[in-house]
C-alpha cells in the first residue's frame, strides 16, 4: 500500500453515462497526476495538478473529461457521456518536490 | 520527442537464475530514468530512478539498473530471481523540457518459474 486511495476500484458503466472517479493523495504531497492505462500498454499522462491548480493536461484529455483538485486535497476525475473506448484502468499518482510518483490501484473503468 | 522503449513484451526465467529487463531511450539530453513495478490489480510500485552519479542504480527488492549512455539503455537487473518477482515492469522517462511530465514504457512481464 502507497499510501494513495482511488475509489471505486472497478466501474461498469453503459455507453453515454457520465462517471466520476475520486483520488486521495498522500496527505503531504502538493503533486497529483491522473493517468490512463490500456491493456498491454503503460500509463499515458493525463493531467497534472500542483496544489489546487491544474498545470497541465494532455491531448488525450478531450472535452469530455474533466479534472479538479478543489482545496489541494484530493482529486476528482470526471468522464461524461462515457464511450466503449474510455474502456481502461484509471490510475492516480502523487509525490512532492522528488520526481518518485507513488501510485494509487487504479479505478477500473468498463463501458458497455 | 522523448520515449522510452520495453523491445520485450515477456521474460521468462528460472528461479535462482540472473534476470534482465530491457529498456532503451530516446532524450535529447541528460535522462532522468525510472524503473516500477505493477503487480496484479495494483498501482505502480516505484523501484530505482538514474538522475546522476554512478551508472550502477540499487534499488527495492535487491533490483539494480545500469545506466549506459552509449547505448542509450537502462536495463533492469536482478542476480538471483524469485518468483515472487513475477510481475508486469515499466521504464519510465521525465520530459527535459518538462518536469511535470513522465513516459512510461509499455511494460515487461516477468515471469520466474520455480
Known amino acids: 500500500d502507497t499510501g494513495v486511495s482511488q475509489d471505486p476500484r472497478h466501474k461498469i458503466t453503459k455507453r453515454g453515462q457520465n462517471v466520476t472517479f475520486r483520488c486521495d493523495p498522500i496527505?503531504?504531497?502538493?503533486?497529483l497526476y491522473w493517468y490512463r492505462q490500456t491493456l498491454g500498454q503503460g500509463p499515458e499522462f493525463l493531467t497534472y495538478?500542483?496544489?489546487?491548480?491544474?498545470?497541465?493536461k494532455s491531448r488525450l484529455l478531450s472535452d469530455r473529461f474533466s479534472a479538479e483538485r478543489p482545496k489541494g486535497s484530493f482529486s476528482t476525475l470526471e468522464i461524461q457521456r462515457t464511450e466503449q473506448g474510455d474502456s481502461a484502468m484509471y490510475l492516480c499518482?502523487?509525490?512532492?518536490?522528488?520526481?518518485?510518483?507513488?501510485f494509487g490501484p487504479g479505478t477500473r473503468l468498463t463501458v458497455l | 520527442a522523448q520515449s522510452v522503449a520495453q523491445p520485450e513484451d515477456q521474460v521468462n526465467v528460472a528461479e535462482g537464475n540472473p534476470l534482465t529487463v530491457k529498456c532503451t531511450y530516446s532524450v535529447s539530453g541528460n535522462p532522468y530514468l525510472f524503473w516500477y513495478v505493477q503487480y496484479p490489480n495494483r498501482g505502480l510500485q516505484f523501484l530505482l530512478k538514474?538522475?546522476?552519479?554512478?551508472?550502477l542504480v540499487k534499488g527495492s527488492y535487491g533490483f539494480e539498473a545500469e545506466f549506459n549512455k552509449s547505448q542509450t539503455s537502462f536495463h533492469l537487473k536482478k542476480p538471483s530471481a524469485l518468483v515472487s518477482d513475477s510481475a508486469l515492469y515499466f521504464c519510465a522517462v521525465r520530459d527535459i523540457y518538462n518536469f511535470n511530465k513522465f513516459y512510461f514504457g509499455s511494460g515487461t512481464k516477468l515471469n520466474v518459474k520455480p
Open positions: 538514474y538522475i546522476t552519479g554512478d551508472n
Open positions: 499518482a502523487s509525490t512532492t518536490v522528488g520526481d518518485t510518483q507513488y
Open positions: 496527505s503531504e504531497h502538493n503533486r
Open positions: 495538478f500542483q496544489n489546487e491548480a491544474q498545470l497541465e
